[in-house]
């Protein structure tokens, strides 16, 4: 399979601990996106990654959330002292930079319950 | 910020018959729109998408349209199957350079066979 991959699909977490999440993209694309999705709901923006410069972050994303894209090619999503209100599915996608329209390609998610 | 409003949240169609989707977006410098397919338990999947130079595009059972002027557009389905049933996501590219999507809330579409 070629697409976007992330790890895990499933991450069941207490309150207070940490958790980190993995993205792989499409291998040519340069263009990462991270977004949340609660249940009965569209996707959320939460954050985009340009090779490995971070360049836009969404108001949703507290300091409790970090991002990192190091080498331009996987990302991590980092969550810190997880609350119950971060239970959601988060999905990575990415696109191509190379030319418009720049179709995002969604992942599988990572689905996180916080007890 | 770009906001996206989908109707309806639900519809339900026998087999066969078409199905109309509506989005409307808030701002008029957004210019791509894409939708997205998502069955239970899987990844959004990308079905059709529309830039906002073309009023409309057709891919086989489904078509897009777009109205500039009135900020909506559509997801039309034809002789819909049971395979079609899902949940389907409109979006709007927020301008701004970055291409980041927003989203409707999505339609969840049965077909009963």
């Known amino acids: 399979d070629t697409g976007v991959s992330q790890n895990p699909r499933h991450k069941i977490t207490k309150r207070g601990q940490n958790v980190t999440f993995r993205c792989d993209p499409i291998?040519?694309?340069?263009?990462l996106y991270w977004y949340r999705q609660t249940l009965g709901q569209g996707p959320e923006f939460l954050t985009y990654f340009q090779n490995e410069a971070q360049l836009e972050k969404s108001r949703l994303l507290s300091d409790r959330f970090s991002a990192e894209r190091p080498k331009g090619s996987f990302s991590t999503l980092e969550i810190q002292r997880t609350e119950q209100g971060d239970s959601a599915m988060y999905l990575c996608a990415s696109s191509s930079g190379a030319r418009p329209p720049y179709e995002q390609y969604f992942g599988p998610g990572t689905r996180l319950t916080v007890t | 910020g770009e906001n996206v409003e989908q109707h309806p949240s639900t519809l339900s169609v026998q087999e066969g018959d078409s199905a109309v989707i509506k989005c409307t977006y808030s701002?008029?410098?957004?210019?791509?729109f894409p939708w997205y397919k998502q069955e239970l338990g899987k990844r959004p999947q990308l079905i059709i998408d529309?830039?906002?130079?073309?009023g409309e595009k057709k891919d086989q059972r489904i078509a897009v349209t777009l109205n500039k002027t009135a900020k909506h557009f559509s997801l039309h389905i034809t002789e819909t199957q049971p395979e079609d049933s899902a949940v389907y996501f409109c979006a709007a590219r927020a301008p701004g350079g970055y291409n980041k999507l927003i989203f409707g809330a999505g339609t969840r579409l049965a077909v009963h066979p």
């Open positions: 291998s040519e694309h340069n263009r």
């Open positions: 701002d008029s410098a957004s210019n791509y």
């Open positions: 529309i830039r906002s130079n073309v």
